[in-house]
C-alpha cells in the first residue's frame, strides 16, 4: 500500500533543520543588502549633494524616487512570486537593485540620480515579499512568525551595517565606494541563491508541480521519512483561480486587509522619514556626516533587536498587545528626538529607542500578515502590505522635504504623527481580525 504523506503537515510537525535554517540563512542575505541598498542613499546624500552641487531640498523628490520603485516593485513581483515562483523573482529582484546600484557611482546629473533610484527601487522592493513568503514557508506554521521576522531583521542589520561602513569609507574613499559594495555583493548573492535556494515546497504543493523536486528537499527535511513511492499531497490550503490580488478582499478578508495597509503605511512611512532624513537635518545643525550615519547606525541596531524579537512577541502574546504599544512609544521617542539636539548622546540614546519601537513594529506587522493570509496569496498579501508601506515612504521624505527648513522638532513631530495614527488602526484590525491568526494571551 502506497504510503500518503502530507507536506504541509510535515513541516509543521518536524523540528526545525539545519536545511532550513540555511535556506532563513539565504533569505536573510537578500534582506541585508535590500536594507544596505535601501538606505544608501539616506546617508550618502549629504556627500552626493555637495558632489554635485545640489541643494539638500532637492532630495526628497530623490528620496522618494526610490521608494516609488521599491512600492511598484513590492505591488508587482508579490502576486508574480506567487504566480510563478519566490525563487526566480527574488533571484531577479537582487540583480535589478545590484545594477542601478552600481549604475549611481557614475551619476552626474539630477535627473540621472531620480531615474537609477527609481530603478534600483523596483529590485528593492520587489525582493521584499518573496524572501519574506519563502523564508517563512520553510517555517512550521507555529514558528513562522518567528522565522519571519528574523528574515526582515536583516533588513535593518544591513542599514546599520551601511551607515557604521559609511562613517569611514565616505570620507576616506568618497561616497562613490558605498554604491560598489551594494552593487558588487548583491550579484555574488544571487548567483548563490541560482544554484542552493530551493523553492517553496508550499508554493509547488499549492501548483501541483515539481513534484519530484519537492520529494528531494522534504527528505532533507525529514530525514528517513520520504521514500520515492510515497505519494505527496498538501492540505487544507487550496489552489484559488484567477487574479491573486482579488484574494485579499475574498472570504472575509476585504476589511481585515485595508486596515492592514493603512498600518503598513503609516509604520513605514516613519521608517523611512528618520533614515533618510536624520544625516541631511544633523549636518543642517553642525553635526558631521560620521556622526549622522552613527545616529542611523544606532536606530537601526534598536530596530534589528526589536526586529529579532518581534516574532516571538507576535506568536506569545499576539499581535495587539505588541503592536499597539509599540506605534504609541515609537511616536513618543520620535517626538524626544526633535528636541535631543544638544547631545550626541542623548540622540544616540533616543535614536536607538525610536528604531526599537518602530522597527519592531514594522515587522510585527510584517508577520501578522504572514499568519493572516493562505500559501496560494501569501506572497501578495505581503507584497502589497509592503507595497502600501512602500507608498507611506514615498510620501514622508517629501513631506519631510517641505519642513526642513524649519528646524529639526518640526520634523521629527510630524515623523511622530503617523505612529499614533498606525496604534489606532491596529486596534481596528483587532475587531476585524480572525481569532485562529491571533496567539494565546
Not at 27 to 43: E, H, K, P
Request: proline share 5%; net charge positive; glycine share 12%.
Amino acid at each position: 500500500m502506497t504510503a500518503v504523506v502530507d507536506v504541509n503537515e510535515t513541516i509543521d510537525r518536524h523540528p526545525i533543520t539545519a536545511y532550513q535554517l540555511g535556506v532563513l540563512a539565504m533569505c536573510m542575505l537578500v534582506a541585508l543588502l535590500d536594507g544596505y541598498d535601501t538606505q544608501a542613499i539616506g546617508y550618502t546624500a549629504p556627500a552626493i549633494a555637495e558632489a554635485l552641487h545640489l541643494p539638500r531640498e532637492v532630495f526628497g523628490p530623490v528620496f522618494s524616487a526610490g521608494l516609488l520603485g521599491a512600492a511598484l516593485g513590492a505591488l508587482s513581483f508579490g502576486p508574480l512570486a506567487d504566480r510563478f515562483g519566490r525563487k526566480r523573482f527574488m533571484i531577479a529582484a537582487t540583480i535589478i537593485f545590484a545594477v542601478f546600484s552600481l549604475l549611481i557611482v557614475r551619476v552626474s546629473s539630477l535627473p540621472e540620480l531620480l531615474s537609477y533610484r527609481f530603478c534600483a527601487g523596483l529590485g528593492l522592493g520587489g525582493a521584499t515579499p518573496a524572501f519574506l513568503a519563502l523564508g517563512g514557508e520553510f517555517a512550521p506554521v507555529s514558528k513562522r512568525g518567528v522565522f519571519v521576522s528574523i528574515a526582515f531583521a536583516a533588513f535593518p542589520f544591513g542599514g546599520l551595517i551601511g551607515a557604521l561602513t559609511s562613517s569611514y569609507v565616505i570620507p576616506n574613499f568618497g561616497w562613490q565606494f558605498i554604491f560598489y559594495i551594494g552593487g558588487a555583493a548583491p550579484l555574488l548573492i544571487a548567483v548563490v541563491l541560482a544554484v542552493w535556494l530551493p523553492e517553496s515546497l508550499r508554493f509547488l504543493m499549492a501548483r501541483n508541480i515539481r513534484l519530484d523536486e519537492v520529494r528531494s528537499t522534504l527528505a532533507r527535511i525529514a530525514p528517513g521519512e520520504i521514500g520515492p513511492d510515497v505519494q505527496l499531497v498538501a492540505s487544507p490550503e487550496r489552489e484559488r483561480e484567477g487574479v491573486p490580488v482579488k484574494h485579499l478582499f475574498t472570504e472575509g478578508r476585504a476589511a481585515k486587509t485595508v486596515l492592514l495597509w493603512v498600518a503598513f503605511f503609516t509604520c513605514f512611512m516613519v521608517l523611512v522619514t528618520v533614515t533618510a532624513w536624520t544625516p541631511t537635518v544633523l549636518r543642517s545643525v553642525g553635526f558631521s556626516i560620521s556622526a549622522g550615519a552613527l545616529i542611523i547606525g544606532l536606530n537601526n541596531a534598536g530596530s534589528v533587536c526589536a526586529s529579532v524579537l518581534s516574532g516571538f512577541l507576535v506568536d506569545r502574546f499576539g499581535p495587539y498587545k505588541t503592536l499597539v504599544p509599540g506605534f504609541i512609544l515609537g511616536g513618543i521617542c520620535l517626538a524626544a528626538f526633535g528636541q535631543a539636539t544638544s547631545s550626541v548622546a542623548v540622540l544616540a540614546v533616543v535614536s536607538t529607542l525610536a528604531g526599537f519601537f518602530v522597527g519592531g513594529t514594522g515587522t510585527g506587522l510584517i508577520a501578522l500578515t504572514a499568519g493572516l493570509y493562505p500559501t496560494t496569496v501569501r506572497s501578495t498579501g505581503i507584497g502589497w502590505g509592503m507595497g502600501m508601506g512602500r507608498l507611506g515612504q514615498v510620501f514622508g521624505p517629501l513631506g519631510t522635504g517641505l519642513l526642513v527648513g524649519g528646524g529639526v522638532g518640526g520634523v521629527f513631530y510630524a515623523a511622530a504623527v503617523p505612529c499614533f495614527i498606525g496604534a489606532l488602526f491596529v486596534l481596528l484590525l483587532k475587531y476585524a481580525h480572525q481569532p485562529a491568526v491571533e496567539a494565546p494571551a
